[in-house]
């Protein structure tokens, strides 16, 4: 495994972003090109495919490497069937891997993006030669200072009133609250992505469907967490075949590692890692153990 100090670099600028025009939507990608296996790298709640950026150059020449923004997030229109859910974002990562005979490829998600995978994974396996899920949004027991409050945010009236007023803020304290809501040490996220993420949260303040995307994902996850029927999130793992990686963070204040302990118990073929000292987004945290982890149990 290469250590951490001899794997880490930092890609200068993003990674360049193209509109993807399929049957039924059209999606926001950036790409490493490679004459190289496919990857698909899936984000989370309130992200993009910027938050791959970092972890698409790791693997760089080892992956044809393709980050897509969600339908309503990023540079992504929002879905023309209106459905947010995870199973809905799931069908937009199928489709694209289907309508461009992408597959099969290996799976990235994180967070909202992990609940994407989890359903894409166990709804078309024949399409995943392996699946990694970084702090993956799933039913889980254990409450943590950075989740109590979303059951309130998803409340209807009082989610659209919290979006309003963050969107008044300044993009820069938008950037720096996710980050404090996703790193162990704010310090490690690097001035290039800051900038990126400042100018980005700029340029998507004249989409008058933000606020919305967010809302209805983040309602359309909670929903499937008291889902007790066949395809519920624990019932979808069951269901996966492919190598699968979980990645937890010790220190993330949005999902419990203490999770990670039911992960072998619902997915056959999985390897489980917790890495210490990192919170929520490992592949920006530390996409150089992000990378160490692949390497040992899925390469």
């Known amino acids: 495994m290469t250590s951490a100090s001899e794997a880490l670099t930092i890609r200068e600028e993003p990674y360049p972003i193209e509109e993807v025009h399929l049957v039924r939507r059209t999606l926001a990608v950036r790409r490493a090109p490679a004459d190289a296996p496919r990857a698909i790298f899936i984000h989370g709640l309130g992200g993009s495919s910027l938050n791959w950026t970092d972890q698409m150059h790791q693997f760089e020449g080892r992956f044809d490497s393709w980050a897509l923004d969600l339908g309503g997030f990023g540079m992504s229109p929002p879905p023309r069937d209106g459905d947010y859910s995870p199973a809905g974002h799931a069908r937009s990562v199928i489709e694209l891997i ?3 005979n992408l597959g099969p ?4 998600g994180n967070s909202l993006g992990g609940a994407v995978a989890i359903n894409v994974a166990a709804r078309r396996p024949d399409l995943i030669a392996s699946a990694t899920f970084i702090s993956p949004a799933l039913p889980s027991l254990y409450a943590t200072r950075g989740n109590a409050h979303l059951p309130a945010i998803a409340i209807p009236g009082v989610g659209e009133k919290l979006m309003a007023k963050f969107a008044t803020l300044p993009a820069e304290e938008q950037v720096r609250g996710s980050i404090a809501g996703g ?3 704010e310090s490690r996220y690097p001035e290039i992505r800051f900038a990126e993420a400042v100018a980005h949260n700029q340029a998507r303040r004249e989409f008058t469907y933000s606020a919305d995307a967010f809302l ?4 359309g996850l909670l929903r499937s967490f008291t889902d007790f029927g066949s395809d519920r999130p624990w019932k979808l793992a069951e269901r996966i075949t ?3 990686l979980f990645i937890y963070g010790r220190k993330d204040p949005l999902v419990d590692s203490r999770t990670a302990h039911r992960v072998t118990k619902h997915v056959r073929d999985s390897h489980v890692v917790v890495l210490p000292d990192t919170g929520h987004m490992a592949q920006m945290e530390h996409p150089e153990f992000v990378t160490a982890a692949w390497d040992r149990f899925l390469s």
């Open 216 to 219: 209805r994902s983040l309602r």
């Open 98 to 100: 289907t309508e461009l």
């Open 183 to 185: 790193f162990a040490d």
């Open 105 to 108: 490829v290996h799976l990235f």
């Open 242 to 244: 492919a190598p699968s």
